[in-house]
């Protein structure tokens, strides 16, 4: 199949009506979350996918913007044909708030004193990341999102998403994350919030109208970037080879090629990243511990968790180890959640996550393609209660389009089904009443079952539909050949 780029792209903006109240106590103002969409909304509003993005990653996500030099910063699976196929799926992306991409941070305009707000801005959460961006979704008019995906800071509001918010999401993919911040990670933090304070011209975060804190930002991206390679990566990239000199300078200035690297690394990031967000953002990061600091099992944690989920980790990821992927795989799965786990062969270290495009897009692909039931079948069918007429049956089955109707009583429990043969045989025998000719011992599907298991039971009856009813026998939708053919025939749905 081809893969394509979504093309050219622009980030759209939604101003929240009401404040927003954070996981503090304060209240966040005339909130404003930018964010881009590829794709199209299916009809039911069934098949959106989040992508939460990691510290310094934003809404632009895929695609290009006008006159960039690079695409957004997962293009290689987002796009037609790509992992995240935008000829099946509609893709969110967003900025967190407290960023500095085009959602409200420390940098906008505070509106009780026209100026930014700098430190002012209230301390946020990645908790209070997903309630905003769960506000976009509401707007967006999505009842449940079909994934919620990301890495590192994103697969945090991966997990996050499940936890607050567990009727919403049907599959979630974490990705080298974690479910509470080691005290490892809140050092190497620490110490690049250090490197931004120390910077004179940081001034307390009041820095806007004057001079940045360049310095100290690019100091703390080194700092950041070293724990996103590995070892290996780096001997990989640049061994011990000297930066444009044969000899040692015996000085120091930059020997290195990783030197000069890390430098460029720096550099590059205070041209696209503010400060002040780069503070809020990594205390979010550091706050982030669904145990709520040890007065929760991470299982207890878990306890409401619905959706399917697939964890997936990097061998070489000394920030965000297999292990504390693995811990979150033993929790789900001690909750019941249907939980699978791959761990991803690099040598890239953390940044793997967004490298390794083809594991991922194998890893992905596979997760997706074990299509359930409840993601394909048609929500709120048609249904007739047992004294209904057979000429009421026949027009509901003319209005609605449909060939199968389920009999249902009151309180909506499966008491048969009556199919377009059902009623010309009824014609043809004279009978009046639903209950002569519907069938009462039916052929079922749940929606949790794989949608191959439903095919099967079609083709082994020759039957074309089967209603979908929950535990307590109520009828829940309908699952046809016609949602399957166009399932495998890789329509949207
Ligand atoms: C979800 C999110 O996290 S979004 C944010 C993700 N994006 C980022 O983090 C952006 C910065 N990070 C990076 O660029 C990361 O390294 C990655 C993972 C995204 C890219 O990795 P790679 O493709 O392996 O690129 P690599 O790390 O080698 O960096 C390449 C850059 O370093 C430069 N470079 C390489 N060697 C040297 C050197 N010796 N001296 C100076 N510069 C060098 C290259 O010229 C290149 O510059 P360019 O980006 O302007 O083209
Ligand atoms: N390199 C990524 C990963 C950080 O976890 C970023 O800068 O956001």
């Not at 997962?74 to 967190?96: A, E, H, M, Q």
Request: with cysteine.
């Amino acid at each position: 199949m081809k893969k394509e780029s979504v093309g050219v792209v622009e980030t759209k903006y939604y101003n929240l009506s009401e404040e927003l109240k954070l996981e503090s106590g304060d209240r966040l103002k005339d909130v404003t979350i930018a964010y881009e969409t590829y794709g199209t909304l299916n009809k039911q509003k069934s098949n959106a996918i989040l992508v939460c993005h990691a510290l310094s990653g934003d809404a632009h996500v895929a695609g290009w913007h006008e006159g960039d030099r690079k695409p957004g910063w997962w293009d290689n699976i987002i796009g037609p044909g790509k992992c995240l196929d935008t000829d099946r799926y509609f893709i969110i992306c967003s900025n967190v708030i407290g960023g500095c991409q085009g959602s409200t941070g420390p940098s906008s305009t505070n509106p009780e004193t026209g100026k930014p707000y700098a430190l002012k801005f209230p301390i946020i959460t990645i908790k209070d990341m997903v309630k905003a961006q769960k506000k976009l979704i509401d707007h967006l008019e999505i009842k449940q999102l079909f994934s919620v995906v990301g890495g590192s800071m994103g697969g945090m509001q991966v997990l996050q998403w499940c936890v607050s918010y567990p009727d919403m999401v049907r599959s979630a993919i974490p990705i080298a994350t974690t479910s509470y911040s080691s005290p490892q990670q809140i050092a190497f933090n620490e110490v690049g919030r250090r490197a931004i304070i120390s910077d004179p011209h940081w001034n307390e975060g009041n820095y806007y109208t004057g001079e940045f804190p360049d310095n100290g930002l690019a100091l703390a991206r080194m700092i950041g970037h070293i724990t996103y390679l590995s070892n290996e990566s780096m001997y990989e990239k640049f061994g011990r080879r000297l930066q444009d000199k044969e000899e040692y300078g015996f000085d120091f200035s930059t020997d290195f090629e990783v030197e000069s690297y890390l430098h460029y690394q720096g550099n590059t990031f205070t041209k696209r990243f503010d400060a002040n967000s780069y503070l809020y953002i990594s205390k979010a990061i550091d706050y982030f511990d669904l145990t709520e600091n040890g007065t929760l099992s991470l299982s207890e944690a878990f306890k409401d968790v619905k959706a399917r989920v697939l964890v997936i980790s990097v061998d070489s990821d000394w920030l965000y180890t297999p292990a504390e992927s693995k811990e979150i795989v033993m929790a789900l799965t001690a909750n019941e959640v249907e939980v699978s786990y791959c761990q991803i062969k690099s040598s890239y270290g953390h940044d793997a996550f967004l490298l390794e495009i083809g594991q991922l897009s194998y890893i992905i692909n596979g997760f997706y393609s074990e299509t359930l039931v409840v993601d394909v079948m048609t929500l709120n069918a048609a249904t007739v209660t047992e004294d209904s007429s057979i000429e009421e049956a026949a027009e509901l089955m003319l209005d609605e389009k449909v060939t199968h109707l389920p009999v249902v009583s009151e309180e909506g429990k499966m008491l048969g089904i009556v199919t377009a043969w059902d009623i010309s045989k009824a014609v043809a025998l004279k009978y009046d009443k639903l209950d002569e000719i519907m069938t009462r011992d039916v052929i079922t599907a749940l929606p949790q079952d794989p949608i191959e298991s439903a095919a099967i039971k079609m083709r082994k009856h020759n039957i074309s539909s089967l209603p979908v009813v929950n535990d307590q026998g109520r009828v829940l939708g309908l699952i046809t050949t016609d949602h399957i053919s166009t399932l495998i025939a890789g329509d949207k749905y």
